[in-house]
């Protein structure tokens, strides 16, 4: 076998001197050079891994060391070793990082698992801790999410107590007969900037607006609003929204075990509610759960398309994307969908 120029340092000093490594037919691995003839067999010699044409190092069972430039020299010394996985998995490496195509495979690669946790992984892992977060977090999540939105931007509602009275029992009677929905509340408040508009907080509370309900027509309308708002508690779409957004603290809570440390999630979520779009797959469960509710109670499915028209007709023009905390995206697919399924 050829010999490889090295450099070989004895671990005592930072001095090194030039040697030559040979590989002898009983595959004992000689260090030769000035005042220097040593020899370990192959099997106690262990190379750093191949990275790039970066130089090597062969340390020796007695902590000395030699470091080289011939990587091509190295690896056929350790060729019979191959088959051992703690061999195979460096040589594997380098041969990617020296072909373009395994490169850019292993960037393919890389990206497409890194855009399925974004679009998959991380969802899930959202949607499992929303289940099982304790109630308690859950309530003050909800509690100061109202309290943000009240200091910045909504204001008392400004509806006859009887008024707000009549809509809360309305929707006392919707969540009767859904179990887990008995402690849920409805919160009126005027909506100022955001308008006629409805959203679900965590912990069963559902804020209307007055405008919203100084647009409806009918008071299945707002029957069908509700719904939706309750459709959205029931899959626990803003505590996932609001973990999907805080990422950190969600695999920190996955990987340990302690949905209580979700408690710091308290002081981030109103910000983030401030800035809630819903996905359109959120928008389509709490529409399934609404329109589901409307067949089963005999209200036409007309109800719930005729409030998104006036309420996406009330939005300037071009904003068929949500809008400033508005939980409605893309009005006019969802207005269309609902009509489609209205039974004759």
């Excluded at 010999?3 to 030769?32: N, P």
């Excluded at 309750?230 to 996955?254: E, F, K, N, P, Y």
């Excluded at 509710?293 to 998104?308: D, H, N, S, T, V």
Aim: hydrophobic share 45%; net charge neutral; with cysteine.
């Amino acid at each position: 076998m050829n010999a490889i120029g090295a450099r070989y340092f004895d671990g005592k000093s930072s001095s090194g001197r030039e040697v030559t490594l040979v590989l002898d037919a009983q595959r004992v691995l000689r260090v030769r050079g000035e005042g220097i003839d040593l020899g370990w067999p192959i099997e106690e010699v262990r190379a750093s891994d191949r990275i790039g044409s970066s130089r090597r190092h062969l340390s020796f069972p007695d902590g000395s060391q030699c470091e080289t430039g011939d990587n091509d020299g190295v690896d056929r010394m350790f060729a019979a070793q191959e088959a051992d996985a703690s061999f195979l998995l460096p040589r594997l490496l380098h041969r990617w990082e020296s072909g373009l195509r395994y490169a850019l495979a292993a960037v393919a690669i890389t990206v497409a698992a890194a855009a399925a946790a974004i679009f998959w992984g991380i969802p899930a892992l959202a949607k499992q801790v929303a289940f099982a977060l304790p109630a308690a977090t859950e309530t003050l999540i909800g509690r100061d999410a109202l309290a943000a939105l009240d200091r910045f931007v909504l204001a008392p509602s400004r509806l006859p107590a009887e008024r707000q009275g009549a809509l809360r029992k309305l929707l006392s009677g919707m969540t009767a007969d859904i179990k887990g929905a008995a402690g849920y509340r409805l919160e009126m408040r005027a909506g100022g900037r955001v308008g006629a508009n409805a959203l679900a907080l965590p912990a069963g509370i559902i804020v209307v607006t007055d405008e919203l309900v100084a647009l409806s027509q009918d008071e299945r309308e707002l029957e069908a609003v509700l719904a939706h708002e309750i459709g959205h508690l029931r899959q626990r779409h803003i505590l996932r929204h609001v973990l999907q957004d805080s990422v950190t603290a969600l695999l920190v809570a996955v990987t340990v075990g302690d949905l209580t440390s979700l408690t710091s999630l308290a002081a981030a979520a109103p910000t983030l509610l401030l800035q809630a779009k819903f996905s359109r797959d959120f928008e389509r469960e709490a529409d399934d759960f609404a329109l589901a509710y409307l067949a089963r109670r005999g209200i036409p499915q007309e109800m719930f398309a005729a409030i998104l028209q006036r309420m996406e007709d009330k939005r300037p023009a071009g904003t068929d994307a949500a809008d400033f905390l508005s939980s409605h995206p893309a009005t006019r697919e969802r207005i269309e969908r609902a009509r489609k399924q209205q039974k004759p």
